[in-house]
Each structure stands twice: as C-alpha cells, then as structure tokens.
C-alpha cells in the first residue's frame, strides 16, 4: 500500500506538472463565491466539511504516534505524503465532481463510487468500495473518536464515560440529522476556530522551544534517511519504519488517496471541476503540511529541549508532555482533542451517508443516521484497542479500489490550469 500510495501520489504530481505551485490559488478560490448552482453547498462549505473529518485526532495521536514508532524522521515522510498528495487529491476530486449526479430530491452526490460504476464501468467495485466506507464511517470516523473524547475528558477531568457519549451522540444526532447543508454550516464554523485555537497553542509552545527549531529540523531529516536510532535511543528505528508509520499516519488524516474528500467535493456549487478540485486539494495542504508538520515541530523541539519530560512516555503523550510546558496546557491540549474528534464524527458521517445512500438510497439514510448516533455512544464507553490497531488497514481496503480506479481514468484528469 505504501508502495502504490506513494507512486500514485509521484504520477499524478509529475502527470498534472506538479499543480501543487497552485496552492495558494486554490486557497484565494475557496473564500470566493461560485455563482453557479449546481451544487448544495458553498466551495468553502465543501472544503471545512473535508478538513473537519480529517483534522481529526490524526493530527495529535497519528503524528505522536508515527514519532513514537518511527522516530523523528517519520515526520518527514508524513509530510512528503502530504505535499504529493495534493496531486492524488487533485485528481480524485475532479473525478467525483465529473461523474457526479443529481437525485430525484435536488441533492448532487458523487465519490469514487460513481466514478467506479461509471468511469470505470465497474459496479461490484463501486458496491466494494461504498461497503468499505460504511465500515470506515463506523469504526475510523465514529466509534474511535467518540472514544478519544471520552478518553481525554475521563484522563482531564474524571467525567464519566457514558454520560459524555450521551451528550455526544445528542450533539452529532442534532448536526447530522439536519443533512449536507446542517453539517456544512457547522463545519464552516468549527474547522476556522478550532484550527487557529490549537496552531495558536502550538506556537506558543515553539516559541518556549524556539532555540531548538533548527536542530529539530535537522534531526527530522537527517532521520528520514539515517538507519540508526535518534535522541540516544529513545526513538528512531531503519528508514523502512520511519517511512511505513510516516506514510500510514499522513494517510489517516489527510486521507488523499482514499476517496472521501472526493465525496465532500461533489456537494459544493461549481460548474467548473478543475476550480473546485484545487479548492478541495488545499484540505491536504492545511492538514499535513501545516499542521502535522506544526505537531512534529512541537514534539521533536520539545523532546531536545525537555529530554527528562519523555522518559517512558510514548504514544499521544509525546503530544501531551509538549503541552505541558505551558500553563493548563493539558487542558488546552484536552480541548483541542474533543474539538477535532467531534468535528470527524460529523464529517465522516456525511461519507458515510453517501456510501448508505448509493447502496440504499434514500431509505438507507434515516437507517445509517440512527445506527451512526448509536455507534458514537458504544464507541464512547467501549475499549477500543483493536479497532485502532485496524485503522490503516481500513483505510487501505478503501484505498485500493479507489488508487487503481485513478491509475486507470489518468488520461481524463486535465492539468490545471490548461487542458
């Protein structure tokens, strides 16, 4: 899976001439209006929808995790991940958006679903896929954050488990019931005050850290391709390690490559697929290559400069120990991980909507909601080890089908700005 990520990522930035020089266009793009109509929600709505399911838990525990497993240089391949990923998102986006449809309601829906039974001309592939995102939906996208919320307000403030997966299945359930449009508004103005109020924190902490920046940066790269462990042994691990958890953790929240911000995409109002395909991309950019890379920044520079602050500690609380240098910085820290949890809870529930949808249609949807409020409380006070341990391989079963489904319509994506 890395191997055929990373190489689809590779193509599509060599195919489309490297469209990522077009980031900061994309991003001017998605704070204008589209006049078009075709389409359910703004090019802005679209995007936060796409950023609140995958600026998501990935961004603290994924990076601290990925650090934990594959040392310093990890960071670096989550990041490269991120940067040629925009092309991968690039084109997957623009596909959905091509191949999209209207239902008999006025609502548009697309995904790698539609592209795979008409581009490809492959409904068992298409049905394989929509089953594989209803299990994501369920396990990546609901039960393992509503876990992480109770985790952190149990660990914070000793709040019981069900009571708190109570109030968050009540919360999601009044978001998601109200459709596309409920969570796109909600998202609109959740994604901007939680993104600045942790980026904020974070740069508080590297300004504390600040002599150590470089030598951070330093030790990142040169592990990146170093075969001997880091920071005397505590972490660091062969190059294949550091590579294989950096890619897999890039994957899990920026998601490029697996198809579900090609969902969010074919919601917004365009009659122009390459426009809102760069707009989409830029979901990729403000995950992985600002705040992961912000997240391995904060943990590496905190690590050479309170080395005595990680002894025996692994995992999230590499992220937690960082966050400790400041005042109520647990807390801050505590906050950010409920707000990005709850936010994935309620975009990947509209990706999983979309999935009941094509293989239900619209009776599937009431059915998915009322299942999807229930799993957020039994993921609130279950453990939920295993479902964790089996997050990359769920994102691979949804990303096979979706990689080889890009691969083989490469000839339809156009570059951009030029055909």
Not at 226 to 232: D, L, P, Q, R
């Amino acid at each position: 899976m890395i191997l055929l990520l990373l190489g689809t990522h590779l193509f599509f930035t060599i195919r489309l001439r490297f469209v990522q020089k077009y980031t900061f266009r994309g991003i001017r793009f998605s704070l204008q209006s589209d006049s078009s109509k075709d389409g359910d929600v703004s090019s802005f709505a679209s995007l936060a929808t796409i950023l609140a399911a995958t600026l998501g838990t990935g961004n603290i525990i994924g990076v601290s995790t990925a650090v934990a497993l594959g040392g310093p240089g990890a960071i670096f391949w989550c990041w490269i991940t991120g940067i040629f990923g925009m092309a991968t998102s690039y084109a997957e986006c623009y596909l959905s958006i091509k191949y999209r449809k209207k239902t008999p309601t006025g609502k548009y829906v697309g995904g790698p679903m539609y592209v795979l039974e008409q581009g490809l001309h492959s409904k068992t592939l298409a049905v394989i896929f929509s089953l594989c995102t209803l299990a994501a939906s369920f396990g990546v996208g609901c039960t393992t954050q509503a876990n992480s919320i109770t985790t952190t307000t149990s660990a914070t403030w000793n709040l019981s488990p069900i009571t708190i997966g109570f109030l968050s299945a009540l919360l999601c359930g009044f978001v998601i019931i109200g459709g596309v449009k409920k969570i796109a508004t909600v998202c609109t103005r959740l994604v901007p005050a939680m993104g600045a109020f942790y980026v904020l924190s974070c740069f508080l902490i590297l300004f504390l850290n600040r002599h150590y920046l470089i030598q951070a940066i330093q030790l990142i790269l040169s592990s990146a391709f170093s075969s001997k462990a880091a920071t005397g042994g505590f972490i660091g691990s062969t190059i294949l390690l550091a590579a294989r958890h950096g890619v897999a953790k890039g994957l899990f929240t920026n998601e490029a490559g697996l198809g579900s911000a090609a969902i969010a995409a074919a919601s917004a109002r365009t009659n122009d697929p390459r426009r809102q395909a760069l707009i989409s991309m830029t979901a990729t950019f403000w995950d992985t290559v600002v705040m992961c890379a912000i997240t391995g920044l904060v943990i590496i520079s905190n690590i050479l400069h309170h080395p005595e602050s990680i002894t025996q500690v692994n995992n999230a609380e590499l992220t937690t120990a960082a966050f400790a240098i400041i005042p109520y910085g647990k807390i801050l820290l505590s906050f950010s991980l409920i707000a990005f949890a709850m936010a994935t809870l309620i975009g990947w529930s509209f990706f999983g909507e979309s999935a009941a949808y094509y293989l239900f249609g619209e009776k599937g949807i009431k059915f998915y909601k009322i299942c999807y409020i229930v799993m957020v409380f039994i993921g609130a006070v279950m453990s939920l080890d295993l479902v964790w341990e089996l997050s990359d391989l769920v994102n691979a079963f949804m990303a096979f089908p979706n990689l080889i489904t890009l691969l083989l319509l490469y000839k339809i994506v156009p570059r951009y700005p030029n055909e």
